[in-house]
């Protein structure tokens, strides 16, 4: 499997999950913080991709690395600026989906 197989089942598994998080949200009350989680979640299932656009694109890893960074801290700001206390949930989605590559790579790690 290569590492955009990964990606595709990130991708696949953080929709699944935002969907789940803006319904269960929903149910409670609080929808505000299932659509900022379910934003998070997608928003971060696409770092894998731009990671690999980036190394694709000859920049060095560091230099990749630091510049993810900037994205999703800018994007988080812009967000806790603009939302107020309601920009948690975003920064909370982001950080999931990184767990979730994590385990989608581990599980694949394990099965090959």
């Given at each position: 499997?290569?590492?955009?197989?990964?990606?595709q089942?990130?991708?696949v598994?953080?929709?699944v999950?935002?969907?789940?998080?803006v319904?269960?949200?929903?149910?409670?009350?609080?929808?505000?913080?299932g659509?900022?989680?379910?934003?998070?979640?997608?928003?971060?299932s696409?770092?894998?991709?731009?990671?690999?656009?980036?190394?694709?694109?000859?920049a060095?890893?560091?230099a990749?690395?630091?510049l993810?960074?900037?994205?999703?801290?800018?994007?988080?700001?812009?967000?806790?600026?603009?939302l107020?206390?309601?920009?948690?949930?975003?920064?909370?989605g982001?950080?999931?989906?990184?767990?979730?590559?994590?385990?989608?790579?581990?599980?694949?790690?394990?099965?090959?």
């Amino acid at each position: 499997m290569t590492s955009g197989g990964v990606l595709q089942k990130t991708v696949v598994a953080c929709a699944v999950l935002s969907v789940a998080a803006v319904a269960i949200a929903t149910a409670i009350g609080h929808f505000s913080i299932g659509l900022g989680l379910a934003v998070g979640l997608l928003l971060g299932s696409a770092n894998g991709y731009l990671i690999q656009g980036l190394i694709n694109r000859g920049a060095p890893f560091v230099a990749a690395s630091l510049l993810r960074i900037l994205f999703f801290t800018s994007i988080v700001l812009i967000a806790a600026l603009s939302l107020r206390e309601a920009a948690w949930p975003l920064a909370l989605g982001i950080g999931l989906a990184q767990l979730v590559m994590v385990a989608v790579g581990v599980r694949t790690g394990l099965r090959s």
